[in-house]
């Protein structure tokens, strides 16, 4: 039978009452034994050993592997503990280490009284009453071990075939391999699965028996293998379509069966058979066959037993069968994540469970003891009311009149929202040159707008907890108030700032100075243009016209209107003239006063 078993370093939950007294989990031939596969035990077999095979009463730990022969079974805990029953007398359960507390997996010799344990930490121990059955090499680590003819079987961390205990000759295309993933051994040979999904045989070579021990089946449809099982006259393996291939010894090998309408979830071959069926429902189920020597082993009765059932794994002695029966528990916890923040929004994540429940899990969100009313969901709103509270989300799920309650870690308590310093920074302005405002809102995220007087410049989202805003160049000069409004985020709070912002008088281009026909006899007259740029305000406001010759001096004052203003020239004696205008400014410009132009009166 195979005795084969990967390593495994999670730890299972709390076992739930069951068909017998043991917890123990499963484990596919090809996969780690998983703790949310733990479950109870179910033994049977033939009646001379049903003392021996009855699963102790003090096996309370969770289990996480187990292995079979005709006389102890052997389970490891999920604390890393080692339970040995059956024949008490034997050297298998004499010779038992008492003191480990880091096992993971082992495997009993199906035709001694010989057993390997593997360590979380990958390291072997045996123990036999006429092998050593220390690992030559103490350092070596390993990540699937099996064991047969009191010759211990390893697959090392890098991928290859390690013996030691009685001496055995593997052939070069196995021990030349680097990419082992599990071992099995039976009696006559063993198999290897390699990481590329194909398996790999050795064995006895025996007289007209067409060398079973040594080929593979071919009609495997390229399929991949993920599960292997060395038996005593036979061998089989599992197919990553849900079937499998058993050959062996001629006359002697278990039947080659096949499931229509189902999947084989685990195999085992020992003397005999047993396969771990399930439907496309989750419908799971059992099959024996094989064992003629013990047929209470294999006997159909002890498959209906189980349907219906979770069963994960079956192992096979000679003499006894035990199936693990999943338990119903919680496989995960259900989470919370979000911010625990008043106007935050909470969010779990349900359980999980070991099997099915017979209808989804309900869901309820609590303050600290107390259930929050109407708060079923998968989300929950913060709200004041909540302030200060501790939440938590349980999940509630039943299966076979068994409910399962499963409680997150609690979040909180639920604290206010952060209330923000909003500061505006603008620098002083010039009408006519465009502003820019930079709004910090620290440690913030969300969108924050901007007003000037009341008046809307913008929204904008913050990017790294800033926001910057252009003011229009047509702001006016004088003081203005800005105001800075941010909405608010899951976390903060919303809030406001102001800041002042002064704007000065801008410039305006530089007034230019027409005179048309001056006389001594007559007035002439005068034009003034102020140009601004495109889009401002025009000039406006006063002018003044300033004509000099030598002592003579004569003023013209001139309003503008929408830059320009036009006006007569008082009589200028005869001679040349030097004349300028001073564009007095407005509300919006500065002063500015032009270039001299001479002017000559006839």
């Not at 031939?29 to 949310?36: E, G, H, K, L």
């Not at 979380?120 to 006429?130: I, L």
């Not at 405002?437 to 007087?453: E, N, Q, R």
Request: glycine share 10%; proline share 6%.
């Amino acid at each position: 039978m195979q005795i084969r078993t990967l390593l495994a370093s999670a730890t299972a939950g709390a076992i739930l009452a069951g068909l017998c007294a043991a917890t123990l989990p499963a484990a596919d031939a090809a996969t780690a034994p998983a703790p949310t596969t733990a479950g109870t035990v179910v033994a049977w077999g033939d009646s001379s050993v049903a003392a021996d095979t009855a699963v102790p009463t003090d096996l309370t730990a969770p289990v996480v592997d187990i292995s079979a022969n005709s006389l102890n079974t052997g389970a490891v805990t999920a604390d890393g503990h080692l339970k040995i029953w059956g024949q008490s007398t034997t050297p298998l359960a004499v010779l038992a280490p008492s003191d480990v507390t880091d096992a993971a997996a082992i495997a009993l010799d199906p035709l001694g009284s010989n057993a390997l344990v593997l360590h979380t930490d990958g390291t072997v121990t045996g123990w036999s009453a006429t092998t050593n059955l220390t690992p030559d090499d103490p350092g070596m680590h390993a990540k699937a071990i099996a064991l047969g003819n009191s010759t211990a079987y390893a697959v090392a961390a890098d991928g290859t075939l390690v013996t030691w205990g009685a001496p055995v000759t593997i052939p070069e295309r196995v021990s030349s391999l680097t990419d082992l993933v599990d071992v099995s051994y039976g009696q006559l040979g063993g198999l290897a699965l390699r990481a590329n999904g194909t398996a790999v045989a050795w064995g006895m070579t025996l007289p007209d028996a067409g060398d079973p021990y040594n080929t593979l089946p071919t009609d495997i449809g390229g399929h991949k293998v993920v599960q292997i099982s060395a038996g005593g006259l036979s061998n089989g393996v599992l197919l990553d379509d849900g079937t499998i291939r058993t050959w062996g010894y001629p006359g002697a090998a278990v039947e080659q069966r096949t499931f229509p309408g189902k999947t084989v979830k685990s195999l085992v071959v020992g003397i005999g058979a047993a396969v771990v069926l399930e439907d496309a429902w989750g419908h799971r189920s059992v099959d024996l066959w094989g064992n003629a020597m013990y047929p209470a082993v294999t006997d159909p009765a002890r498959a209906e037993d189980l349907d219906g059932e979770p069963v994960a794994k079956i192992a096979l002695a000679d003499t006894h069968a035990a199936a693990i029966v999943t338990g119903f528990r919680e496989a995960t916890k259900p989470t919370v994540s979000g911010t625990p923040i008043v106007g935050a929004t909470l969010t779990a994540t349900p359980a999980t469970y070991s099997v099915t429940p017979d209808a989804p899990a309900t869901g309820q969100w609590f303050a600290g003891a107390d259930p929050i009313a109407g708060q079923t969901g998968p989300t929950l709103a913060l709200g004041d009311a909540l302030l200060g509270k501790t939440i938590s989300y349980h999940n509630s799920a039943t299966r076979h009149g068994e409910t399962v309650t499963s409680v997150s870690a609690p979040v909180g308590p639920i604290a206010a929202k952060r209330v923000p310093a909003v500061t505006l920074a603008a620098s002083a302005g010039t009408y006519g040159t465009a502003s820019t405002v930079t709004v910090t809102v620290a440690d913030a995220t969300g969108d924050v707008a901007v007003t000037l007087d009341g008046t809307s410049v913008g929204t904008r989202t913050l990017d790294g907890g800033q926001a910057s805003f252009s003011l229009a160049t047509t702001t006016a000069p004088g003081s203005h108030t800005l105001t800075a409004t941010y909405g608010g985020s899951a976390t903060v709070a919303a809030a406001n700032g102001t800041a002042t912002l002064t704007v000065a008088k801008g410039s305006s281009g530089t007034p230019v100075l027409k005179v048309t026909k001056p006389r001594s006899k007559a007035k002439g007259k005068v034009t003034v243009t102020v140009t601004t740029a495109a889009g401002l305000a025009p000039a406006t406001g006063k002018a003044q016209v300033v004509l000099k010759k030598g002592k003579s001096t004569k003023k013209v004052n001139l309003t503008l209107k929408n830059g320009k203003a036009v006006g007569s020239l008082p009589k200028l004696p005869k001679g040349t003239w030097k004349a300028t205008v001073t564009y007095q400014g407005s509300a919006y410009y500065v002063p500015v006063k032009s270039k001299t132009l001479t002017v000559k009166s006839k």
